[in-house]
């Protein structure tokens, strides 16, 4: 299976802070590389979509980067509304996996 | 606006099939793929297969013996059965709209919890 791995598993940060979020895959997966947001108790919600493209409403403060088997995703200044978890996601193997998730709380 | 409702029993009995149906709304099922994806409680994101509305399948290896995902376009749904469930399918099943060409999911049902216990 094409394992995706995140690092940090979770962060602690300050609103105004740039955070920066690093998603690994096993093997190459070209750009199909997507990014979602989940609040507590919601369904998840696509910020990025291969690698780089910015989902339709989602502010540009988001930012997504890489190719291969390295991707981040940015966050430029941290709003209040971005406390949540992150996950990464592969579309390139027919068997689409998940990253583990990265947590980011309030410091 | 496309929306999605799953729906479906919040509790089952081990060794029986946990059935869920999502409808899609605001838009047609039509011309896309459509996927299940589960998460377990305090746990992360696994997807467990999806169909394309014409009735094709692709299933996560690790659920496919247990796996059925089938499609009503006249009813602009597609259902979910696993059967023989144990605790550890316990999780909020979710619903989603997969993209044809690039494989993100962009839009999402509410979630349905399913706790499987006698």
């Known amino acids: 299976d094409l394992q995706m791995t995140q690092s940090p598993s979770s962060l602690s940060a300050s609103v105004g802070d740039r955070v920066t979020i690093t998603c690994r895959a096993s093997?190459?997966?070209?750009?199909?590389l997507n990014w979602y947001q989940q609040k507590r108790g919601k369904a998840p919600n696509l910020l990025i979509y291969?690698?780089?493209s910015l989902q339709s409403g989602v502010p540009s403060r988001f930012s997504g980067r890489g190719s291969g088997t390295d991707f981040t995703l940015t966050i430029s200044s941290l709003q209040p509304e971005d406390f949540a978890t992150y996950y990464c996601?592969?579309?390139?193997?027919?068997?689409?996996?998940f990253g583990q998730g990265t947590k980011v709380e309030i410091k | 606006q496309v929306q999605l409702q799953d729906s479906g029993p919040g509790l089952v009995k081990p060794s029986e099939t946990l059935s869920l149906t999502c409808t899609v709304s605001g838009g047609s099922i039509s011309g896309y793929y459509w996927s299940w994806i589960r998460q377990p409680p305090g746990k992360g994101l696994e997807w467990i297969g999806y169909?394309?509305?014409?009735?094709?399948?692709n299933y996560n290896p690790s659920l496919k013996s247990r796996l059925t995902i089938s499609v009503d376009t006249s009813k602009n749904q597609f259902s979910l059965k696993l059967s023989s469930v144990t605790a550890a399918d316990t999780a909020m099943y979710y619903c989603?709209?997969?993209?044809?060409?690039?494989?993100?999911?962009?839009?999402w049902g509410q979630g349905t919890l399913v706790t499987v216990s006698s």
């Open positions: 989603a709209r997969t993209n044809t060409m690039i494989g993100y999911f962009d839009y």
């Open positions: 996601q592969q579309s390139y193997s027919t068997l689409r996996t």
């Open positions: 291969a690698a780089s």
């Open positions: 093997q190459s997966i070209s750009s199909y």
């Open positions: 169909i394309y509305y014409s009735g094709s399948t």
